[in-house]
Structures are given as C-alpha cells and as structure tokens.
C-alpha cells in the first residue's frame, strides 16, 4: 500500500505538496484544478523506477488514454532548470533479500525482517555533460519504518558517461543498523571510494548540476563523531541512479588491485545490503504499480465485433475494454458478482455472456482439448429477455461496467486508480457506488478522482451507521481512518491539496470548499 506521495515540479505542482492516501482515498477540486496530476504522477513514477526513462509519453499503466509528453512538458511550467521530485512513502510486506542471497554471514542478520515500510525520494533533472544532454533520475534517497533521516543516498557520476558509476553513501548511524554497524565500519571503509575520488569527478564536470547546485552532496553526510559515512561506486547498466530491480549489483572496488580474501568477503556482504535495501525496497513499490488498474475518464463502448476467441487479444485498462474481456473470459463468478451489483446500483440490466460456435475449430483440435469449442460475446438483458449489444444502451451503463469490474476483479490487484467513475450515471447510481468503493477497499486501495457529492455523502452516511450501530442489513461498515478526502485546488503558486478531516459521525471538522454543498444549498433554499 503507498501510504503517502509528495510532488514537486511536476506540472501544476510548485511548491512541494504532501498528499495522504488511506484505502480508500477521494480526490475532489473543480475542473482543470489538477486533480488528474495526482493520478498521473503515479503512472511517471512506475515508468523511472521500472524503466528508467525520465522523458516518458506514453506510460504502461494508461497506454494511449494518457500522454504525459516528456519531462519538458511535465515539468512546472517547463522550466528545465528545475528538479522534479517525486517521494512515496509505501508499506513493504514482502522480503527484501529479492535475490536470494544467503545470510548466514550477513553482518545485519535482522535486516530481512525488520523493514516493516520504506520511502524512496527521487530527483528528476535536465542534465547537460559533453556525453549526455536530457532528463535523468539523478539522485534518490531511501529511508525505512517512518524514520526521517535517511538510510541511503544515491548520485550519478557527474560525467553521465557509459562505464561510471552511481554512487551510494550508507548511513550505518540509522537506528535499523546502529546496534550491529560498529562491527563492520573499519571493513566497509576500506573499501569506499575515498573523497578525493568524489572531488575529482565533481571537478572534472565543473561542479554544477542543471539546477545550478553542487552535484555531489554526499560529502555532507558524517557520522556525529565527525567520521564519514562510507560511499560505495556501484556500476551501473542504465541512465539512471536506480539499478533494474532484476539485476544483481556489482560494487566497485576504488582501485585497480584485486581485491584480498577479505576485501572480496566484505565487497559480498555490501552487495548483499545494497540489494535487500535498494533493491529489495524499491522492487515493492514497483510491483504495486506494476499490478496496479489505471482506469481513465472516458472509457470506450465495446464495438460491436468485439469477442472473446481463442487467440484473445491484449487490452488496457486505461479505455475500459479490459474490463469486457474480463467478463468475457470469466470462468468464475466475476459475471454473477458484476450482475448482483448492477441490480444493486439500480442499472436496469444485466450481463449475459452469449456462446457462439467456433467454425475454425477442427474435430482433432476438439477431441484433444487443444482449443475453446466457442467464441464468446457480451450482451446486456435489459429486461423480458431483451438482449442488446453494450453499444446499444444507453452510455451510463458502458461507463459504470469497467468501474465495477475494477472494483471486483479477482487476483492481486493492490492499487485501482479511477478517474470520474460517476460519469453519465444517475444520482442513484453514484450513492450506490460509495458502498462499491467501500467494499473494494477491504482488499485493496482505491484512488478515484471524482465530481460526485453523491458518492461522499453515502461515505459520510456509513462512517455515522457505523459508529452508531445503526448499519442496514448488508450495508458496508465504514470508518474515519479508511478514508481520506483530498481536495485540489490551483493558486498563484501552483497547485494545492488539504486533506479534509472527517469524525467518527460523519461530519467534516474541515470547512468545505466552495463549489459543492453550498451550491445545492443555495438552489434549495
């Protein structure tokens, strides 16, 4: 689960905003507040950690539903000059000896169970070298378990040349490795690369970065005796401070020697932290990303040739029409479960998968099981056995389908992120949808961009139920803390987000903004 992001310089984002999620997490703002900006930044981020590339288009998560442009026209106001930053805060349940490294010698023997949540801060600038002329991930940092001082500093040689390294600073003073770093502090030094190495490399490039700020800040960090915290150059295979999350690390030693028994015994041990902690970490929130549904604000109507055969086909989220292919291949009950809540939500119709017969399919192929006897199609029952094609209801229903889906799909889906999923839907419909999302949000986190009062109120609705022990039959329970309301709203400094509190009664402690509530008062009353 990301628990929190921070933005900075990232298109209507200036100053460094903080923004909190909760499992279920509403954005609200009027239009072309940057509500979106949000969502999109997420997308961008999955791109630098997995692949590296800070000038991306088109990202894996919203295909052609969204194009980002490049880091010139996402960075604020597309001043080159500035540094993006991107931090996210993020649990990390799974083990972060990745590689599979043993441990039996391993001078941090708690370590693989000890790193309970991570942040990874990132800065993003436009550098310029005599080989190297673009957008980077220069510099990153890493922390663990809510601590604020970081456990890592990550820098790219200033060259950008092929062949140099990244360089990462430890900081063995954190409080996951005080207790146990006093034994390895002689041994990791001697095989650090020493400040006079940095100082040259820094000299040889003149120092300066694209934000006009020294390049290395990695000299600044010490122990409070005084001593340095050790760097270690680590080589690198991309244009870019963080390592492919599938690769091993290969430290460098700072000579041309090779290395003692000794020396190779510690360049081990090291490898082996750099990788549970990079690594380890960063492969979390990436695989969160990685399975994360991006659902956008418009999604498509199926066409009316669009089936389900052998051969399938590959879809994105990002239009919608995975969802329809979801439904098309279930062989489960994700079309019962669709259908109990389209009646639910008062849709007026229901899912039927229809079989057609394959002709392509041969005797032989069907004796052998080599293929589906049938084609597939999805139709909709809106009543007395009257069957239609999706692109012949009403565009409600064709929006509010993939939102379901989303909300129901099974599988490890950590992170759904839904833009106006209340578009064309009646009131009705949208009230009901707050119990969707509550429900949902019991095995995974939604972040939904939304307009709907409705949705919010019936939110509001279930957190009083539920603290007064007045839930309907079958309704969800609900609690302050599962929810956080965002609001988004752009100033002459950028763009802003205040997170709005609610009590276990349903009320806001926070004034609501302008734009929602006091609009259907006035017309009202």
Excluded at 28 to 38: D, E, L, P, R, V
Excluded at 355 to 383: C, I, P, Y
Excluded at 457 to 478: C, Q
Aim: net charge negative.
């Amino acid at each position: 689960m990301i628990t929190t992001l921070e933005i900075q310089n990232f298109k209507g984002v200036a100053i460094r905003q903080r923004i909190d999620f909760a499992p279920l997490t509403l954005l609200f703002g009027a239009n072309s507040a940057g509500k979106s900006t949000i969502l999109q930044s997420l997308a961008y981020l999955h791109e630098v950690i997995v692949r590296g590339d800070a000038d991306i288009d088109r990202t894996a998560l919203a295909g052609e539903v969204l194009g980002l442009g490049g880091f010139a026209r996402l960075v604020y106001r597309h001043e080159l000059a500035r540094t993006m930053v991107l931090r996210a805060e993020f649990l990390t349940p799974d083990n972060p000896n990745r590689l599979g490294r043993d441990l039996r010698d391993f001078p941090f023997p708690d370590l693989e169970d000890s790193i309970d949540s991570a942040w990874l801060e990132l800065e993003i600038q436009h550098l310029s070298t005599h080989d190297y002329r673009g957008p980077v991930v220069a510099r990153a940092q890493i922390g663990a378990n809510g601590d604020a001082e970081p456990l890592l500093w990550l820098e790219l040689a200033p060259g950008l040349r092929d062949g140099e390294p990244v360089y990462i600073r430890v900081n063995l003073g954190h409080p996951l490795l005080a207790e146990s770093a006093t034994h390895v502090v002689a041994d990791w030094e001697d095989v650090s690369v020493p400040d006079q190495v940095q100082r040259a490399a820094i000299e040889r490039e003149g120092g300066r970065s694209g934000d006009d700020r020294p390049l290395s800040s990695l000299g600044a960090m010490g122990f409070g005796d005084g001593r340095a915290l050790p760097v270690f150059a680590v080589s690198r295979s991309r244009l870019s401070v963080l390592p492919p999350l599938d690769e091993p690390l290969r430290v460098i030693l700072p000579t041309e020697d090779e290395p003692t028994a000794e020396q190779a015994i510690t360049i081990a041990q090291i490898r082996t932290f750099l990788e549970m902690t990079v690594v380890g970490t960063v492969a979390q929130l990436a695989s969160t990303l990685d399975r994360t549904l991006y659902l956008g604000p418009l999604r498509v109507v199926p066409p009316r040739g669009f089936l389900f055969q052998r051969a399938g086909r590959v879809s994105r989220w990002g239009d919608g029409l995975a969802a329809w292919d979801l439904l098309l291949a279930d062989r489960t009950t994700l079309v019962e479960r669709v259908n109990g809540w389209l009646k639910r939500l008062g849709a007026g119709c229901q899912v039927v998968v229809q079989q057609l017969v394959d002709t392509r399919a041969t005797a032989e192929d069907l004796a052998e099981g080599h293929v589906d006897a049938s084609v597939r199609r999805l139709l909709l029952d809106t009543g007395g056995g009257t069957l239609v094609l999706p692109s012949e209801v009403g565009a409600g229903i064709a929006q509010v389908v993939p939102v379901i889906v989303a909300a129901l799909v099974e599988g490890k889906v950590p992170l759904v992120l839904l833009e106006q999923p209340e578009i064309h839907g009646h009131p009705g419909l949208q009230v009901g949808l707050g119990d969707l999302f509550i429900e949902a949000a019991s095995n995974r986190q939604l972040i939904i961009e939304t307009h709907s009062e409705h949705v919010i109120l019936r939110l509001l609705r279930r957190i009083r139920e539920t603290h007064e022990g007045e839930l309907p039959e079958g309704a969800p329970s609900f609690t302050p803390d599962r929810l956080s309301v965002l609001y988004v709203e752009a100033g002459d400094a950028g763009l802003q987000v205040r997170r709005l509190r609610v009590d276990d009664t349903g009320e806001f402690l926070d004034r609501w903004p302008r734009g929602f509530f006091e609009e259907r008062a006035h017309e009202v009353f």
